[in-house]
């Protein structure tokens, strides 16, 4: 059984760092044909993409929010991780990290954190 577990602060400052960690249990993070993602959802809204981490350690973001997304991994842990800088109030959102499977889509998510961005 693959299980994915945000973990993370619920409040941020604005322009401080936002940082999740996901950590995995029940598949590897460097397993081939997988897309280790990050997703959120703002309040009232649809489902947006952020970007994610592949087996290789190659990542890909968002052209929105590229200029502040950095996602990295510790396989160590089997877990990866989500920063995203100079935040503001539009950030608020559920975070989910999740598993994609090349040429499937979202086979496995996590339960989502809530992260409010607010002085």
């Known amino acids: 059984q693959v299980r994915l577990q945000e973990s993370g602060p619920g409040l941020v400052k604005p322009s401080q760092t936002l940082s999740l960690t996901c950590t995995v249990s029940?598949?590897?993070?460097?397993?081939?044909?997988?897309?280790w993602s990050w997703i959120r959802q703002p309040p009232g809204k649809g489902l947006e993409w952020i970007g994610y981490?592949?087996?290789?350690?190659?990542?890909y973001y968002s052209p929105s929010l590229k200029s502040r997304t950095s996602i990295s991994r510790d396989t160590s842990k089997n877990q990866f991780t989500l920063q995203l800088s100079s935040v503001t109030p539009e950030d608020t959102a559920v975070y989910y990290c999740?598993?994609?499977?090349?040429?499937?889509?979202?086979?496995?998510w996590g339960q989502g954190t809530q992260v409010t961005v607010s002085s």
């Open positions: 999740a598993r994609a499977r090349a040429g499937w889509g979202i086979d496995y």
């Open positions: 029940g598949a590897v993070i460097k397993t081939n044909y997988f897309y």
């Open positions: 981490i592949v087996y290789s350690g190659i990542t």
